[in-house]
């Protein structure tokens, strides 16, 4: 989040932080309490509901999907 640039979406008095952008990042932590079966699909629904308008969010975004969500991921929820 910091070396990624996001700070300023969960900072709360900055302009960019927002219910949204709040939500995207909670929602974010809070897929491994969810049931494995609907984890893509809900991941799917945060990314387009909450994403904020920022090429840093789009990488952290790429970032779970590519190591928590995705059936060949480098952490996958099946195991």
């Known amino acids: 989040i910091q070396t990624g640039g996001l700070t300023s979406y969960l900072k709360v008095g ?6 949204s952008s709040i939500n995207w ?3 974010a932590t809070g897929l491994e309490l969810i049931p494995l079966y609907i984890v893509g699909e809900t991941w799917a629904n945060i990314m ?8 840093a969010a789009t990488t952290f975004n790429d970032y779970i999907t590519d190591t928590y ?11």
Not at 49 to 55: I, N
Not at 69 to 79: E, L, R, T
Request: aromatic letters at 14%; one cysteine or more; proline letters at 7%.
């Open 48 to 55: 387009l509901e909450y994403t904020p308008d920022d090429q």
């Open 69 to 79: 969500v995705d059936g060949d991921a480098i952490f996958p929820s099946f195991i």
């Open 25 to 27: 990042f909670r929602d």
């Open 14 to 19: 900055d302009s960019k932080c927002t219910e």
